[in-house]
């Protein structure tokens, strides 16, 4: 699924305009993403969460040379689905927990 059609999907909803779903659409991502810059969690129940993972400063490999390279330590996404997410994708798992 795209940002299109997750557009579509939200003016399908009720009587928006295209204009108005774009403007929904980015507003929740946008919120999203200046939490996770400022160091906040996300954390939306029966779907997930999303924070920010520090990695640590690393020696990699070149694939092609072997050479060694610094990899400095960044700041990622992560997304962690909660349970109720996981039983909606794999819903025969679900059935042999119970």
């Given at each position: 699924?795209?940002?299109?059609?997750?557009?579509?999907?939200?003016?399908?909803?009720?009587?928006?305009?295209?204009?108005?779903?774009?403007?929904?659409?980015?507003?929740?991502?946008?919120?999203?993403?200046?939490?996770?810059?400022?160091?906040?969690?996300?954390?939306?129940?029966?779907?997930?969460?999303?924070?920010?993972?520090?990695?640590?400063?690393?020696?990699?490999?070149?694939?092609?040379?072997?050479?060694?390279?610094?990899?400095?330590?960044?700041r990622v996404?992560?997304?962690?689905?909660?349970?109720?997410?996981?039983?909606?994708?794999?819903?025969?798992?679900a059935a042999?927990?119970?």
């Open positions: 699924m795209t940002k299109a059609d997750l557009v579509e999907k939200v003016t399908g909803l009720g009587d928006l305009t295209r204009k108005d779903g774009e403007v929904i659409v980015e507003t929740i991502f946008g919120s999203v993403i200046g939490a996770l810059q400022s160091g906040d969690k996300i954390e939306i129940r029966g779907f997930g969460s999303f924070r920010i993972r520090q990695r640590n400063p690393r020696i990699g490999r070149n694939p092609k040379t072997g050479a060694r390279v610094d990899v400095p330590a960044k996404p992560y997304f962690k689905p909660s349970k109720e997410l996981r039983d909606l994708v794999n819903p025969g798992e042999k927990a119970s």
